[in-house]
């Protein structure tokens, strides 16, 4: 390979777009590097997608570059290496048969080769390259590129994207940076994952490029919503057969980000559950509690915290369900009891709700949320004064009532005082 540790020329062009880090350390020798590798033969994968297609691996603070061989070269993150388009011609192609590059998201890693690219004349002047990204990416990268004669070509997720002859969906996947872009071959069942899911390790957030840890997560749920056997990632090596589980994987590690909690520290999925709860993060505390259950299976309090998750995301029937197993076991818990009552409310049977607040509420009186749920009931029923009667319920409806009548003050004041209001 050659040497490329004088790749100082992009970071010149860009250096107030992509700022150098200051404390960049590279090794005195770089090790030897496997050069370019067949993609279908590291999966084991026959497809015709994959039959030419190759993969070079990243080093120092370059991503993995994918080039996607067929009708033409398709680059995935062309990375920050200056040298890759002459090394084209060591499988037979030239920089002019790429037609198309994709960014999974605009961070220099991934992106600055595009520079790189439009350094070769013959480009330059046919303008005959689509750079594809997401619309959220960096404004100043859009720019330049703009300005350049290749104005990009933006995303939003849900796209299906002909590549180099075969068809690729895009999905959005937040949270590393907010342009984060994932594409998914469905025949093959192969992700290209760029940052978002990378083995054994997880991407920080970066909140100068709109990253969040919510908005991770949510990408992930996407992602695990797939049939992934295979993961291309923006760095370290490709998983084979097993890229469901490393996105699995990948979603936990930002669970214990969020928490803020290392492996080692041994805290258990009930009080992650708990702790998500506290945060709002209700599929996740679905998710702790079935890793719970998954273990021990009989946790009745993994059960009844699953089945309220459930219920506050609309998921009622499935919440009756679990508790329903509950109350077999322990038909007095006023706690199940009120739940499934609550999960009848949010299906719209209030009448069905009553008798299962009347037995919680016989077996503990004093139940709050026995009262709420109770009065709730029954003025769905058009039981009004019953339902004032409750003295928690009428506690309730007053705060909420004084609440609504203080914001609507709120909002008149500043009518007053805006004109444009």
Not at 84 to 93: P, Q, V
Not at 151 to 179: A, N, Q
Request: hydrophobic fraction near 40%; charged fraction near 25%.
């Amino acid at each position: 390979m050659t040497d490329k540790s004088n790749n100082n020329e992009g970071h010149e062009l860009n250096q107030d777009l992509f700022p150098l880090i200051e404390d960049e350390q590279y090794p005195a020798e770089e090790p030897d590097h496997p050069g370019w590798l067949s993609i279908g033969e590291i999966l084991k994968v026959s497809h015709p997608v994959f039959q030419k297609s190759k993969f070079l691996i990243g080093y120092h603070h370059s991503c993995n570059v994918y080039v996607l061989a067929g009708d033409y070269l398709t680059l995935v993150d062309p990375g920050n290496d200056y040298t890759i388009f002459a090394e084209l011609e060591k499988f037979g192609y030239s920089p002019l048969d790429i037609k198309k590059v994709v960014l999974t998201h605009g961070h220099r890693d991934h992106c600055m080769g595009v520079f790189e690219m439009l350094r070769f004349p013959p480009i330059m002047e046919n303008k005959s390259v689509e750079i594809i990204m997401h619309a959220a990416g960096p404004a100043e990268f859009k720019r330049i590129v703009t300005e350049a004669g290749f104005p990009p070509t933006e995303l939003k997720g849900g796209e299906t994207l002909e590549l180099s002859g075969f068809e690729w969906e895009v999905i959005h996947t937040p949270g590393h940076t907010i342009d984060g872009i994932c594409l998914y071959h469905e025949p093959t069942r192969t992700l290209i994952s760029g940052d978002t899911v990378v083995p054994e390790a997880v991407s920080d957030v970066d909140k100068n490029g709109g990253g969040r840890w919510d908005h991770y997560l949510h990408g992930l749920k996407l992602l695990m919503k797939k049939d992934v056997a295979h993961v291309l990632p923006g760095h370290r090596v490709p998983v084979a057969m097993t890229g469901s589980r490393t996105i699995a994987e990948t979603y936990e590690n930002v669970l214990m980000k969020i928490l803020d909690i290392n492996p080692e520290d041994k805290v258990t999925w009930m009080e992650g559950a708990r702790q998500l709860g506290e945060k709002g993060l209700l599929e996740e505390v679905v998710f702790c509690c079935d890793k719970e259950l998954a273990l021990r299976p009989e946790n009745f309090h993994a059960m009844q915290l699953k089945a309220l998750a459930l219920n506050d995301m609309g998921r009622c029937e499935e919440a009756i369900d679990i508790l329903e197993q509950i109350l077999e076991r322990r038909p007095d818990d006023a706690y199940a009891l009120t739940a499934k009552g609550q999960a009848l409310l949010g299906l719209q049977k209030p009448a069905e709700s009553l008798p299962f607040f009347d037995e919680a509420l016989a077996g503990n009186p004093q139940m709050t949320e026995a009262q709420v749920f109770k009065g709730m009931a029954l003025t769905f029923l058009g039981r009004h004064d019953e339902a004032m009667a409750i003295e928690a319920f009428k506690n309730e409806f007053m705060a909420r009532f004084q609440e609504q009548i203080d914001q609507r003050q709120q909002e008149l004041k500043r009518g007053e005082s805006d004109p444009n209001v």
